[in-house]
């Protein structure tokens, strides 16, 4: 009796605060090139039931997923522009916008969710969000698309020396590039609406995603090889463009970025049990699947350690100290 009564209680207050916040009518276009089906997708659909729940519809988030808006760049300029409100980009990529961001493509670094996350929620995470302001953008929260694997048509890549001379499609990103250039691959950036085609006619060997894209964007008919690397924790950043922020009033701001906080969670969590059972699938529907041991991961760690160490450099030195205190990167080895 006593949880029925707190239960009641704590919807009357909802209710109460809800109808007490002033919601103007709004249609909100949120944007992402992952396809439907992967958990940035699933998180979108969430935000757009609670947003439009919580301002009695007066909100409306309507969903573009698959690119198709356009391209991750395009799409980003149009939200700068004031063209479409929302989206969701890897959050690595925001490095072409705030070189901080790098900070969250160092490779190898992250292959542990729990730490990823008090990086994620804690004074680094907030630090770089304060940046976006500058850029026209405003980052309401970090969700996730999840650890990337690589994927390709030559052999499995169990050792770095495996990686030489295998034609990688990356996102555009300075340090995958430099990644995978130490390692010995030839990084061919394209966008993600061109990486299937691309690996259907052998324009590209292989590419590197998490197992959801791999399975949802059916890369697994195209690809014979799935190396689990857990190269990179692909951190994902809910983005507003400030343009259309700044026309919200306080209580309307409030509304997106407590529903996108409250999200994170379910999605990340969301995202994390997919993972596995993703693998499996990808495995049963024929892919050859090799899983790379701790050793296995610190040897191409330790082959990376100029890439990071460089790349690391072009980022505030308190915000890489924090992040290689948090994951347990050692610079002096």
């Known amino acids: 009796m006593h949880k029925i009564l707190i239960a009641l209680a704590t919807a009357t207050c909802f209710c109460t605060t809800a109808a007490a916040a002033e919601y103007r009518s709004h249609t909100i276009k949120f ?8 958990p940035p997708v699933q998180g979108m659909e969430l935000f757009a039931e609670k947003v439009a729940e919580r301002s009695g519809g007066k909100i409306k988030v309507r969903l573009f997923p698959n690119g198709v808006l356009g391209g991750d760049a395009q799409v980003l300029s149009s939200l700068q522009g004031g063209v479409i409100e929302m989206m969701m980009w890897s959050a690595g990529n925001l490095v072409t916008q705030v070189p901080d961001f790098g900070l969250l493509d160092l490779p190898f670094l992250y292959t542990d969710p729990q730490k990823v996350d008090v990086l994620l929620d804690g004074e680094v995470g907030d630090r770089l969000i ?14 996730e698309l999840g650890m990337r694997h690589l994927t390709n048509n030559v052999h499995p890549v169990a050792l770095p020396a ?28 394209l966008p993600f609406t061109e990486v299937h085609t691309a690996l259907e006619t052998g324009t590209v060997d292989g590419q590197e995603n998490p197992a959801t894209v791999i399975l949802s964007a059916k ?3 195209v690809q014979k090889y799935l190396s689990l690397t857990r ?18 009033n306080t209580d309307e701001q409030q509304l997106l970025r407590d529903v996108a906080m409250e999200v994170r ?18 495995e049963q529907a024929g892919m ?7 050793e ?38």
Do not use: C
């Open 288 to 294: 050859q699947v090799n899983h790379l041991d701790e």
């Open 219 to 221: 890369f697994n008919e």
């Open 265 to 282: 969670l379910e999605q990340r969590q969301l995202s994390r049990e997919n993972d596995a059972k993703v693998i499996a699938e990808l």
């Open 162 to 189: 495996d990686a030489s001379g295998i034609k990688i499609r990356l996102q555009e990103s300075p340090i995958s590039v430099d990644t995978w250039r130490a390692l010995g691959a030839n990084p061919t950036p």
């Open 31 to 38: 944007a992402v090139t992952t396809p439907k089906g992967t």
């Open 130 to 143: 304060a940046q976006l302001p500058q850029r026209q953008l405003v980052g309401l929260a970090f969700w």
């Open 296 to 333: 296995a991961l610190s040897r191409f760690r330790e082959q990376l350690r100029p890439v990071i160490l460089e790349h690391a450099n072009k980022i505030n030195p308190e915000l890489t100290q924090k992040a290689f205190e948090i994951v347990g990167f050692d610079v002096q080895d």
């Open 231 to 248: 190269h990179s924790y692909n951190a994902h950043m809910v983005l507003v463009g400030k343009p259309f922020w700044d026309r919200l």
